[in-house]
């Protein structure tokens, strides 16, 4: 075992041992958190603030103090000088919509996240008020409500300038932040979407858009591109001739300027394409995802999906492209494009709810991005886009404060070993604590849950 790891154990021991048994349930309302003597990553910048108080008040961080006066009847969470306290995680695209999977994504560090489409009325219109409110346990939710051009990837679909402005004001009565747009749209009805989002404060991401392509539609307003590899199908040119090749690495910079002159972010979504790429034309490769440890936390309708899944019926190789996807994310790293984490889960087999989120970050790092620049992707970038989204938004995403109080207690520090967040010590979503053990009843909930729906009557 590394040193860096021993220290993590014999941490995590001692505050397994001191740590007081919180109560994970009640109200961020009135309540008072002080995290004790705690190594503060804050993600403003690459540093850690040592042996420091972080007080929380009503959801909310109040004080960040070397030394200061603990409030009388607050809950104390001691670090002992060996524990860091880091952002909250955030996947900026998930497909999950149950309260099953909102506790697996709490229970892996994930206090943030961004459904991108399908999610059903129920969960937009019930489920996430009810975590907002504390009433169930699981991330912070935000909503974009996908639109098309034709109904045959089974979305929402206008045919015209004066159907896409309604559709707008629908989603923005029911409550939805963003509108997603999809493959095909017309220029037309692509225009009114981004106009109208505009005037209604529901800014476009998504897609590329066939007819549009993605510099037409990040010059015309699109806030956030979806997928790093929508850059493959809407922006760098193909061949019929040559499927398999990868892009012309001479139009990065290209790519980027149109990122940057339009100040818009990218969700890096490396290791969803590499999971794809990983069972094209492989049905073995499904099985093994099916037989994996996690799949005991996926609801067992994806787990038919996945067995289903068509990329294991593909031809032909992505390996190119992969590799071609992992210079251009680096390269739009280092050129300072605002990156976001996201995962596409639970959609792709293999990329689960939660823990998909941890591969993507350690193949962002294997991509050659710093750790501080990978876990940026989950933790400040996401609370910059929110906030460029809707600029009256409660900030998080930092530890400072008046931020949210959304926390990791961590057993190393994630700036010197990433798999840290894999094994949060503890997780405050909007004020509302959880230790390791309160993680673990979540997990052995939702386990349990889909074991009934499985076991025969």
């Known amino acids: 075992m590394s040193p860096v790891h021993l220290a993590a154990a014999a941490c995590a021991a001692c505050l397994a041992l001191l740590s007081p048994r919180p109560f994970a349930a009640e109200s961020a309302q009135g309540a008072v958190t002080a995290f004790v003597d705690v190594n503060v990553v804050p993600m403003d910048s690459e540093r850690v603030l040592p042996h420091r108080t972080v007080l929380v008040r009503d959801g909310r ?21 060996r524990a860091y306290l880091a952002p909250g995680l955030a996947d900026m695209h998930t497909h999950a919509d149950t309260a099953e999977e909102m506790k697996v994504y709490l229970a892996n560090g994930v206090t943030s996240v961004l459904n991108m489409g399908e999610a059903s009325n129920a969960f937009v219109g019930r489920i996430r008020q009810a975590i907002h409110a504390g009433t169930k346990p699981g991330p912070h939710v935000y909503a974009a409500f996908v639109v098309d051009g034709s109904p045959r990837y089974g979305h929402f679909s206008v045919t015209n300038a004066d159907e896409a402005r309604w559709i707008v004001r629908l989603a923005k009565t029911n409550g939805y932040e963003f509108i997603k747009v999809y493959n095909d749209l017309s220029p037309e009805a692509f225009a009114a979407l981004v106009e109208e989002g505009r005037a209604q404060g529901l800014p476009v991401v998504g897609h590329g858009v066939t007819r549009v392509g993605l510099q037409r539609q990040l010059d015309a307003g699109q806030l956030m591109v979806a997928h790093a590899e929508e850059f493959l199908y809407a922006f760098f040119p193909t061949s019929d001739a040559a499927p398999d090749a990868a892009p012309d690495a001479q139009r990065i910079p290209e790519a980027i300027q149109t990122i940057r002159r339009n100040r818009a972010f990218v969700t890096a979504d490396l290791n969803t394409y590499a999971t794809i790429a990983r069972q094209w034309g492989r049905p073995d490769v499904v099985a093994g995802f099916l037989r994996r440890p996690q799949t005991r936390w996926l609801a067992p309708q994806w787990r038919i999906d996945w067995s289903g899944s068509g990329y294991a019926k593909r031809s ?25 984490a996201g995962t596409d889960a ?29 876990l940026e992707t989950a933790t400040r970038t996401p609370g910059e886009l929110i906030r460029r989204a809707m600029p009256g938004a409660e900030p998080f995403g930092t530890v400072a404060p008046g931020s949210r109080a959304d926390l990791l207690l961590l057993a190393a520090n994630p700036l010197e070993d990433l798999s840290t967040v894999r094994t949060p010590l503890g997780v405050m979503t909007n004020g509302r604590w959880y230790a390791r053990e309160d993680l673990r009843k979540l997990l052995d909930d939702v386990a349990a849950t889909y074991a009934r729906a499985t076991t025969p009557r």
């Not at 961080?61 to 000088?81: D, F, K, L, Q, W």
């Open 61 to 81: 961080i109040a004080a960040i103090e070397a030394s200061m006066p603990v409030p009388p009847g607050a809950r104390i969470v001691e670090g002992h000088g």
């Open 316 to 340: 032909g190789s992505l390996d190119a492209k992969l590799a071609f996807l992992a210079r251009f994310i680096k390269a739009m790293s280092d050129a300072g494009v605002p990156l976001l």
């Open 346 to 374: 639970p959609t792709i087999p293999g990329v689960a709810p939660g823990t998909s989120l941890h591969d993507d970050l350690q193949a962002l790092e294997r991509a050659g991005l710093s750790r501080y620049r990978a």
